[in-house]
């Protein structure tokens, strides 16, 4: 696997790549690399041939400096994890490199940006719109993966590519969870072996509200989904909410022509997670 640190030299690499008709799948990620990760390898795999992978950990995107400070940093174990499943490049670049210059964009994210993950987390998206433009700005993939677990930034990224005109094809992977269902994430890293089998407790209480979607509206089935999760002190419940897959607007009543997706955000101590489950039909 070569690996780069430097954009001009990542890019001129390609460049050559793509002149000899070589496409390029790309798979963006913050390190502290799982399974999850590599599923989405192993699918850039199949559909290019040339796989790249970043490591960065973006500033612009944690509106909180102690999340920042506590991100997961493993990168030694990341090379190791991407050589091993035959990623051919790896970008890892340092933040001067990746902002040179300050940068104050403010990205139009049509309002996707404001509900959910964009209620606690301001700027959170902006900050996740700056880096992606940028990244893809620099490698010039044909294709780039992204994980459904982070479904809303999969909905703005995908707006943003739109808005931007920014020709990469993207494409949403599965969630890959925990034999316990807990969704695979870095921040996992961060919790005890013990808050690891609570947390199961989390897709537990979607696959209820999948169920009691059959039977209730969906401001019944939040209203479960929270007494649910509250009930375990270990819990800090920040939001559950049921929206539409596509304009993410929370949703009143079922519609059997609308995907409906439960998006829930929770803290156990200073780890916060999210997740996501469809819910109806
Ligand atoms: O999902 C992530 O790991 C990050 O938000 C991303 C897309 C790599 C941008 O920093």
Redo the contacts with the bound molecule.
């Keep these: 696997m070569k690996v780069f640190e430097k954009a001009a030299e990542l890019n001129q690499f390609l460049a050559l790549g793509r002149a000899n008709g070589k496409s390029v799948g790309f798979v963006?990620?913050?390190g502290a690399l799982h399974s999850g990760h590599i599923s989405l390898i192993n699918k850039a795999k199949q559909g290019n041939d040339v796989v790249v992978a970043?490591v960065?950990v973006?500033p612009t995107?944690f509106n909180n400096p102690d999340d920042l400070k506590k991100y997961p940093r493993t990168i030694e174990a990341d090379k190791a994890l991407l050589e091993k499943h035959g990623c051919n490049v790896l970008f890892f670049p340092s933040v001067e490199e990746i902002y040179p210059e300050k940068d104050n964009t403010i990205f139009d994210l049509g309002g996707l940006d404001n509900l959910m993950e964009g209620k606690f987390r301001p700027g959170h998206f902006n900050g996740?719109a700056m880096?992606?433009k940028r990244?893809f700005e620099i490698v010039q993939p044909n294709n780039a993966y992204?994980?459904e677990k982070?479904f809303q930034?999969l909905a703005i990224?995908r707006y943003m590519v739109k808005a931007e005109l920014l020709p990469v094809n993207v494409i949403g992977c599965p969630t890959l969870r925990e034999a316990s269902g807990l969704a695979m994430s870095?921040r996992n890293m961060r919790l005890t072996e013990e808050e690891k089998i609570e947390a199961a407790a989390i897709y537990k209480a979607m696959l209820e509200a999948k169920e009691n979607a059959k039977s209730f509206p969906p401001q019944k089935v939040k209203e479960f989904f929270e007494n649910s999760i509250s009930h375990n002190p270990i819990f800090k419940f920040e939001y559950f909410e049921i929206v539409d897959s596509e304009t993410l607007l929370p949703l009143l009543e079922w519609n059997s022509e609308r995907k409906a997706v439960g998006c829930v955000a929770i803290w156990i101590r200073d780890v916060r997670l999210i997740d996501n489950l469809l819910i109806f039909p």
């Design positions: 963006p990620t913050m970043s960065f973006n995107q996740v880096v992606v990244l992204f994980g982070d930034q990224i870095s």
